[in-house]
Protein backbone atom coordinates (compact mmCIF):
# COMPACT_ATOMS: atom_id res chain seq x y z
CA UNK A 1 0.00 0.00 0.00
CA UNK A 2 1.40 3.18 -0.67
CA UNK A 3 0.04 5.20 2.38
CA UNK A 4 2.48 2.68 4.38
CA UNK A 5 5.03 2.99 1.64
CA UNK A 6 4.80 6.96 2.45
CA UNK A 7 5.66 6.34 6.07
CA UNK A 8 8.77 4.89 5.64
CA UNK A 9 9.66 7.15 2.66
CA UNK A 10 8.71 10.15 5.28
CA UNK A 11 10.77 8.43 8.07
CA UNK A 12 13.80 8.72 5.76
CA UNK A 13 13.06 12.21 4.44
CA UNK A 14 13.29 13.34 8.05
CA UNK A 15 16.72 11.52 8.78
CA UNK A 16 18.07 12.62 5.86
CA UNK A 17 16.95 16.76 6.59
CA UNK A 18 18.75 16.21 9.80
CA UNK A 19 21.91 14.42 8.58
CA UNK A 20 21.60 17.64 6.04
CA UNK A 21 21.05 20.44 8.74
CA UNK A 22 24.32 19.17 10.49
CA UNK A 23 26.07 19.71 7.56
CA UNK A 24 28.64 22.64 6.69
CA UNK A 25 26.58 26.04 4.91
CA UNK A 26 29.58 26.03 2.50
CA UNK A 27 29.10 22.04 1.69
CA UNK A 28 24.94 22.33 1.72
CA UNK A 29 25.79 24.90 -1.31
CA UNK A 30 27.94 23.05 -3.10
CA UNK A 31 25.72 22.46 -5.88
CA UNK A 32 23.47 25.63 -5.51
CA UNK A 33 22.04 27.78 -7.00
CA UNK A 34 21.21 25.96 -9.28
CA UNK A 35 20.70 22.63 -7.88
CA UNK A 36 20.08 21.58 -4.24
CA UNK A 37 22.20 19.05 -2.72
CA UNK A 38 18.73 17.90 -1.04
CA UNK A 39 15.49 19.60 -0.44
CA UNK A 40 12.05 19.24 1.13
CA UNK A 41 8.43 20.79 -0.32
CA UNK A 42 5.35 21.14 1.13
CA UNK A 43 2.62 22.16 -1.22
CA UNK A 44 -1.04 22.89 -1.61
CA UNK A 45 -2.29 21.76 -5.30
CA UNK A 46 -5.84 22.86 -6.81
CA UNK A 47 -6.55 19.77 -8.49
CA UNK A 48 -8.57 19.46 -11.76
CA UNK A 49 -9.77 15.89 -12.90
CA UNK A 50 -11.33 14.13 -15.94
CA UNK A 51 -11.77 10.40 -15.39
CA UNK A 52 -13.67 8.06 -17.68
CA UNK A 53 -13.56 4.25 -16.50
CA UNK A 54 -15.22 0.95 -17.54
CA UNK A 55 -15.49 -2.12 -15.68
CA UNK A 56 -15.52 -5.12 -17.54
CA UNK A 57 -16.26 -9.07 -16.01
CA UNK A 58 -15.63 -12.49 -17.12
CA UNK A 59 -19.14 -13.68 -17.00
CA UNK A 60 -21.26 -10.51 -18.27
CA UNK A 61 -18.65 -9.10 -20.88
CA UNK A 62 -17.26 -5.40 -21.58
CA UNK A 63 -19.45 -2.69 -19.09
CA UNK A 64 -20.72 0.53 -19.57
CA UNK A 65 -18.22 3.36 -20.39
CA UNK A 66 -18.68 6.53 -17.41
CA UNK A 67 -17.75 9.67 -16.87
CA UNK A 68 -17.10 9.77 -13.29
CA UNK A 69 -17.55 13.65 -13.39
CA UNK A 70 -19.93 14.02 -15.89
CA UNK A 71 -22.42 11.00 -15.18
CA UNK A 72 -21.89 10.26 -11.52
CA UNK A 73 -21.07 13.92 -10.15
CA UNK A 74 -18.18 12.98 -8.87
CA UNK A 75 -16.03 16.14 -8.43
CA UNK A 76 -13.95 17.66 -10.89
CA UNK A 77 -11.87 20.05 -8.41
CA UNK A 78 -9.91 19.37 -5.32
CA UNK A 79 -7.73 21.09 -2.86
CA UNK A 80 -4.62 18.59 -1.58
CA UNK A 81 -1.21 18.56 0.12
CA UNK A 82 1.48 17.51 -1.94
CA UNK A 83 4.52 16.03 -0.72
CA UNK A 84 8.27 15.95 -2.54
CA UNK A 85 11.68 15.96 -2.29
CA UNK A 86 14.44 16.25 -4.61
CA UNK A 87 18.14 14.32 -3.51
CA UNK A 88 21.25 15.65 -6.28
CA UNK A 89 23.33 12.53 -5.24
CA UNK A 90 26.27 14.23 -7.69
CA UNK A 91 26.51 17.41 -9.66
CA UNK A 92 24.82 15.54 -12.77
CA UNK A 93 22.55 13.38 -10.79
CA UNK A 94 19.36 13.53 -9.19
CA UNK A 95 16.79 12.19 -7.81
CA UNK A 96 13.40 13.06 -7.61
CA UNK A 97 9.89 11.83 -5.75
CA UNK A 98 6.66 13.68 -5.58
CA UNK A 99 3.57 12.11 -4.05
CA UNK A 100 -0.56 12.78 -4.18
CA UNK A 101 -3.36 11.38 -2.51
CA UNK A 102 -6.99 12.51 -4.06
CA UNK A 103 -10.63 11.07 -2.02
CA UNK A 104 -13.74 11.67 -3.72
CA UNK A 105 -17.20 10.65 -3.10
CA UNK A 106 -20.61 11.67 -5.23
CA UNK A 107 -23.97 10.87 -5.29
CA UNK A 108 -26.21 10.82 -8.56
CA UNK A 109 -29.28 9.05 -10.74
CA UNK A 110 -29.07 6.51 -13.61
CA UNK A 111 -30.57 7.63 -16.02
CA UNK A 112 -29.43 4.60 -18.12
CA UNK A 113 -28.97 1.26 -17.57
CA UNK A 114 -25.01 0.07 -16.11
CA UNK A 115 -23.55 -2.75 -16.45
CA UNK A 116 -19.96 -2.17 -13.83
CA UNK A 117 -18.09 -5.17 -13.48
CA UNK A 118 -20.42 -7.74 -12.40
CA UNK A 119 -23.70 -5.51 -11.37
CA UNK A 120 -26.28 -4.70 -13.60
CA UNK A 121 -27.33 -1.30 -12.16
CA UNK A 122 -31.32 -0.58 -13.11
CA UNK A 123 -32.60 3.07 -14.33
CA UNK A 124 -33.69 5.36 -11.67
CA UNK A 125 -31.36 3.81 -8.99
CA UNK A 126 -29.70 5.82 -6.89
CA UNK A 127 -25.77 5.56 -6.82
CA UNK A 128 -23.16 6.29 -4.34
CA UNK A 129 -19.73 6.31 -5.90
CA UNK A 130 -16.32 6.48 -3.72
CA UNK A 131 -12.92 6.90 -5.76
CA UNK A 132 -9.57 7.28 -4.79
CA UNK A 133 -6.49 7.45 -6.35
CA UNK A 134 -2.39 7.83 -4.93
CA UNK A 135 0.11 8.32 -7.07
CA UNK A 136 3.46 8.29 -6.36
CA UNK A 137 6.77 9.69 -8.68
CA UNK A 138 9.88 8.85 -8.49
CA UNK A 139 12.59 10.07 -11.18
CA UNK A 140 16.09 9.96 -12.01
CA UNK A 141 17.64 12.32 -13.82
CA UNK A 142 21.38 12.60 -15.29
CA UNK A 143 22.39 16.07 -16.38
CA UNK A 144 25.23 15.68 -19.38
CA UNK A 145 24.70 19.28 -20.41
CA UNK A 146 24.76 22.58 -19.27
CA UNK A 147 26.81 25.36 -17.36
CA UNK A 148 26.23 27.32 -13.50
CA UNK A 149 22.89 29.19 -15.13
CA UNK A 150 21.46 26.04 -16.53
CA UNK A 151 21.10 22.78 -17.56
CA UNK A 152 19.57 20.21 -19.29
CA UNK A 153 19.01 16.03 -18.48
CA UNK A 154 17.36 12.79 -19.25
CA UNK A 155 16.68 9.74 -17.22
CA UNK A 156 13.44 7.38 -16.30
CA UNK A 157 10.99 7.49 -13.83
CA UNK A 158 7.84 4.97 -12.10
CA UNK A 159 4.70 6.42 -11.29
CA UNK A 160 3.05 4.14 -8.56
CA UNK A 161 -0.71 4.36 -8.98
CA UNK A 162 -3.49 2.63 -6.27
CA UNK A 163 -6.86 3.07 -7.52
CA UNK A 164 -9.61 2.20 -5.49
CA UNK A 165 -13.16 2.18 -5.92
CA UNK A 166 -16.83 1.75 -4.35
CA UNK A 167 -20.04 1.68 -6.03
CA UNK A 168 -22.97 0.88 -4.65
CA UNK A 169 -26.98 1.61 -5.82
CA UNK A 170 -30.79 1.10 -4.44
CA UNK A 171 -33.99 1.49 -6.39
CA UNK A 172 -36.50 2.28 -3.53
CA UNK A 173 -39.36 0.88 -5.26
CA UNK A 174 -37.77 -3.02 -6.20
CA UNK A 175 -35.86 -2.27 -3.56
CA UNK A 176 -32.79 -3.63 -5.80
CA UNK A 177 -29.81 -2.74 -4.14
CA UNK A 178 -25.78 -4.02 -4.61
CA UNK A 179 -22.15 -2.74 -4.64
CA UNK A 180 -19.25 -3.35 -5.99
CA UNK A 181 -15.48 -2.46 -4.63
CA UNK A 182 -12.75 -2.83 -6.93
CA UNK A 183 -8.57 -1.88 -6.24
CA UNK A 184 -5.46 -2.33 -8.01
CA UNK A 185 -2.01 -1.05 -7.64
CA UNK A 186 -0.03 -0.80 -10.54
CA UNK A 187 3.95 0.55 -11.66
CA UNK A 188 4.20 2.87 -14.41
CA UNK A 189 7.50 3.64 -15.81
CA UNK A 190 8.27 6.67 -18.63
CA UNK A 191 11.22 8.09 -19.99
CA UNK A 192 11.78 11.68 -18.39
CA UNK A 193 13.69 15.14 -19.70
CA UNK A 194 14.14 18.12 -17.46
CA UNK A 195 15.46 22.06 -18.14
CA UNK A 196 16.28 24.22 -15.66
CA UNK A 197 17.74 27.76 -15.47
CA UNK A 198 18.67 30.73 -13.35
CA UNK A 199 16.65 33.69 -14.26
CA UNK A 200 19.05 35.61 -11.99
CA UNK A 201 20.77 34.79 -8.97
CA UNK A 202 17.65 34.92 -6.91
CA UNK A 203 14.66 33.37 -9.53
CA UNK A 204 14.78 29.13 -10.96
CA UNK A 205 12.70 27.95 -13.50
CA UNK A 206 12.82 24.03 -13.64
CA UNK A 207 10.55 22.15 -16.23
CA UNK A 208 10.29 17.85 -17.22
CA UNK A 209 8.44 16.39 -19.36
CA UNK A 210 8.02 12.12 -19.27
CA UNK A 211 6.01 9.53 -21.70
CA UNK A 212 6.10 5.90 -22.72
CA UNK A 213 3.56 3.66 -23.56
CA UNK A 214 4.13 0.41 -21.93
CA UNK A 215 2.98 -3.46 -21.18
CA UNK A 216 4.10 -4.74 -17.68
CA UNK A 217 2.06 -7.52 -15.93
CA UNK A 218 -1.13 -6.28 -15.83
CA UNK A 219 -1.32 -2.79 -17.17
CA UNK A 220 -1.20 -2.00 -20.78
CA UNK A 221 -1.22 1.65 -21.80
CA UNK A 222 0.53 5.00 -21.99
CA UNK A 223 1.00 8.04 -19.97
CA UNK A 224 2.02 11.66 -20.22
CA UNK A 225 3.53 13.52 -17.47
CA UNK A 226 4.58 17.63 -17.67
CA UNK A 227 6.14 19.26 -15.01
CA UNK A 228 7.07 23.89 -14.88
CA UNK A 229 7.66 25.74 -12.02
CA UNK A 230 9.38 28.86 -11.04
CA UNK A 231 10.80 29.88 -7.85
CA UNK A 232 12.25 32.77 -5.67
CA UNK A 233 15.40 31.30 -4.00
CA UNK A 234 15.31 33.35 -0.31
CA UNK A 235 19.16 32.75 1.27
CA UNK A 236 20.58 29.55 1.36
CA UNK A 237 17.25 27.78 3.47
CA UNK A 238 14.52 28.22 1.64
CA UNK A 239 12.64 29.27 -1.74
CA UNK A 240 8.71 30.03 -2.61
CA UNK A 241 7.15 29.75 -5.68
CA UNK A 242 4.37 27.93 -7.81
CA UNK A 243 4.05 25.53 -10.52
CA UNK A 244 1.89 23.69 -12.83
CA UNK A 245 1.80 19.48 -12.90
CA UNK A 246 -0.04 17.88 -15.52
CA UNK A 247 -0.39 13.66 -15.90
CA UNK A 248 -2.63 11.34 -18.03
CA UNK A 249 -3.39 7.77 -18.64
CA UNK A 250 -5.16 5.75 -21.06
CA UNK A 251 -4.47 1.99 -20.07
CA UNK A 252 -6.47 -1.42 -19.53
CA UNK A 253 -5.93 -2.74 -16.12
CA UNK A 254 -6.46 -6.63 -16.18
CA UNK A 255 -6.63 -8.05 -12.71
CA UNK A 256 -8.52 -5.86 -10.74
CA UNK A 257 -9.48 -7.38 -7.56
CA UNK A 258 -12.93 -7.22 -5.96
CA UNK A 259 -13.87 -7.27 -2.45
CA UNK A 260 -13.06 -10.57 -2.18
CA UNK A 261 -9.62 -10.31 -3.83
CA UNK A 262 -10.44 -12.12 -7.07
CA UNK A 263 -9.05 -10.99 -9.81
CA UNK A 264 -12.12 -10.95 -12.24
CA UNK A 265 -12.47 -7.98 -13.58
CA UNK A 266 -10.62 -5.48 -16.45
CA UNK A 267 -11.01 -1.87 -15.96
CA UNK A 268 -9.98 0.93 -18.94
CA UNK A 269 -8.90 4.01 -17.54
CA UNK A 270 -8.41 7.38 -19.04
CA UNK A 271 -7.67 9.81 -16.55
CA UNK A 272 -6.27 13.31 -16.74
CA UNK A 273 -5.09 15.10 -13.78
CA UNK A 274 -3.67 18.54 -13.95
CA UNK A 275 -3.19 21.27 -10.61
CA UNK A 276 -1.87 24.11 -10.06
CA UNK A 277 0.44 24.38 -6.78
CA UNK A 278 1.99 26.89 -4.43
CA UNK A 279 4.89 25.41 -2.45
CA UNK A 280 7.40 26.64 0.37
CA UNK A 281 10.49 24.56 -0.20
CA UNK A 282 13.66 24.04 2.40
CA UNK A 283 16.87 23.67 0.54
CA UNK A 284 19.81 21.73 1.66
Not at 63 to 86: R, S, Y
Not at 173 to 195: H, M, Q, R, V
Amino acid sequence: MIRYRLVIVTCGIITCLFLAAAAPVEAQSEFGPLFDKFNFKLAGSWVRMSTVVRLDSESLGEGTTLNFEDDLDLGKNETIPTLAFDWQIARKHKLGVRWQDIDRDSSAQALTEIQWGDEIIPVNADINLSFDIAQLFVDYTYYPWGDERWAFGFGGGLRVMELSTTLEYREENEEIEGSTDAKGTGPLPYLYFEYRTLFSDNWRFVTGLGWLYVEIGDIKGGQWIGRAGIEYLLGNRWSFGGALNYATIDVDWTGVETEESESLLTAAIKMDIHDFTLFARVRF
